[in-house]
C-alpha cells in the first residue's frame, strides 16, 4: 500500500487543473502559490511564458497585514498590475489548492481590483 503525502496529493491535483486551464495573451492564467507564511500570485501568458504582472507577500504594502487581508490586497495589487499591463480578464488557477481561505480572498480581492474572471 502507498502512502500520498499531502504535498504529493496536491501536485497531483494541481496538474489535473493544469491539463484543463491554459493561458493566452488576451486572457492570462492567474497561478496562485500558497507557502506558510505568505502568498504568491502571477499572471502568466502560456502561449510565450512570459509572465505579465506578479505580487509577492513580501512586498512592503504586505508585509505587516495578516494571513488573508494579505491575500486580498495581493489581489488587489494583482489587478492593478494587470490593468497597467492591458489584461481584463484571466483564467484562475489554484494550484491545487482548495478554493478557500487564502486563495479565495486572493480572487475576491482581483475581482474587486477589476479583474474578470
Not at 491554459?22 to 509572465?51: C, M, W
Not at 495589487?77 to 479565495?104: P, S
Request: proline share 2%; with cysteine; hydrophobic share 35%.
Amino acid at each position: 500500500m502507498t502512502v500520498i503525502t499531502k504535498r504529493q496529493a496536491r501536485l497531483r491535483r494541481r496538474r489535473r487543473v493544469r491539463a484543463r486551464v491554459s493561458g493566452t495573451a488576451e486572457r492570462p492564467r492567474l497561478s496562485v502559490y500558497r507557502s506558510n507564511r505568505g502568498v504568491f500570485a502571477q499572471l502568466i501568458d502560456d502561449t510565450k511564458g512570459h509572465t505579465l504582472a506578479a505580487v509577492n507577500w513580501i512586498e512592503p504594502d504586505l508585509r505587516k497585514l495578516t494571513a488573508s487581508e494579505q491575500a486580498k490586497k495581493a489581489g488587489e495589487l494583482l489587478a492593478e498590475r494587470a490593468k497597467g499591463a492591458g489584461v481584463e480578464t484571466c483564467v484562475f488557477d489554484r494550484g491545487g489548492y482548495q478554493y478557500h481561505g487564502r486563495v479565495k480572498a486572493l480572487a475576491e480581492g482581483a475581482r474587486e481590483g477589476g479583474l474578470a474572471f
